[in-house]
């Protein structure tokens, strides 16, 4: 096979710093403008949401829009639920938004969030003050009831991002000061966005501590590319022989890089440079070589800063020399899908050895991959991981997998055809 990636490509922006993009801008004191917004169908559940709130968003170009922020408690009552289609963050993160609120709301998603756990965040904002109910089970549809809060210590009994911003977005309402303790760092794009609009807000190790504020300015940003959709060009690039890429512009954040610190270990050659900090967001070019693997150990990064990336990651260690352990994965299965079990069906049906012991996933290789024959379960990262494997042992994509790809990389399809070269 002389299938190749090669070239340079400037990604769209990064899912995550998107989400709070929006909704920060959608409570500023004005007119915000967001570039190189992330074009998935999540953003999308979050601009709607917001828009049913009364705030006005007008797209001004491509990945690019307006957003008439309408400053803080000011969110219109809506006439309907909140539709977070896909979306966990734009379901916890507006939970969090409108706990503070003065208005009620209803939220919901699709079936495959409406199994996803939502009492990670109503338990410490009920602790605040709001009002939150969910289904027995836990899950969304979820009605919130914004009171006046008050600021809470909490100890994130699971590492999360976003229950942890979902503290956060309802702390910057409440009285007094909040102090969030995380059991292993997460990502950390709310305390930079917040920190950057002026926000008291303070960060140590695990600790994150806010005091309340009367306004979020106006503000205009530039997403940075999206780190999570990189890394299935990155691996593809590292398996595909006589490849060699640049992705400019991505989001470098140290909190979500765990994947480049494992794959560097397992002898990727990859270098980042032109490192400049925007928003408080490391953003820098990323180029990577086709490179020979063998396995690691990853038990000492937090599985936080790589926990989107294990699917693909898996897929390189079943290339690696040796026996690859990934810790303490539990939460993937609480995921778009039960992405554990889903890692190891696809792999297991593409030839790979790997099984799972407990919450780790453990991979052994190196052994020859075919095209898997096997349900995605709607699943984006699982539908890209698939294509990856194809592209790697097949030297083609099979575009079967559209609308999956479309919830956070919409344009996956043109990037890596544009890289492709036979
Ligand atoms: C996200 C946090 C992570 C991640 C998700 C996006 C965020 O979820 O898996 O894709 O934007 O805060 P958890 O916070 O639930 O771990």
Known sequence: MTESLRGQVSLPGDKSISHRAILLSSISDGLCEISNLATGKDLISTI????????????????????????????????????????????????????????????????????????????????????????????????????????????????????????????????????????????????????????????????????????????????????????????????????????????????????????????????????????GEPIGNLFVRSSELHSSRCDDIPVATFIDEVPVLALAASQAEGVTRFPNLGELRVKESDRLSGILSILDAAGAKIEIDGDDLVVYGPNKLYAPDVDTRGDHRLSMLVETINLAFEGALTERYVDEIGISFPEYYDVMKSLLHR
């Open 48 to 279: 709607e949401a917001v828009k049913v709130l009364g705030v006005r968003v007008r797209e001004t170009g491509p990945g690019r829009i307006e957003v008439h922020g309408i400053g803080m408690g000011n969110f219109k009552q809506p006439d309907r639920p909140l539709d977070c289609g896909n979306a966990g963050t734009s379901l916890r993160l507006l939970l969090g938004l409108l706990a503070g609120s003065n208005i009620s709301a209803k939220l919901d998603g699709d079936s495959s969030l409406r199994r996803r756990p939502v009492n990670r965040v109503a338990i410490p904002l009920r602790q605040m003050g709001a009002f939150v109910q969910t289904t027995d089970r836990g899950t969304c549809p979820v009605t919130i009831e914004g009171r006046k809060l008050r600021g809470i210590g909490y100890a994130l009994p699971v590492a999360s991002a976003q229950v942890k911003s979902a503290i956060l977005l309802a702390a910057i309402s409440a009285e007094g000061q909040t102090e969030i303790v995380e059991p292993t760092p997460t990502r950390d794009h709310t305390e930079r966005m917040l920190i950057s609009l002026g926000v008291p807000l303070t960060t140590s190790d695990c600790k994150v501590s806010t005091r309340p504020t009367d306004r979020i300015p106006a503000f205009e940003i530039d997403i940075p590319g999206d780190i999570s959709s990189a890394a299935f060009i990155v691996i593809a690039a590292l398996l595909l022989p006589g490849s060699e890429v640049l992705l400019q512009n991505v989001c470098l954040n140290p909190t979500r890089c765990g994947y480049l610190q494992i794959l560097r270990r397992m002898g990727a050659d990859i270098q980042t440079d032109d490192i400049v900090i925007k928003r």
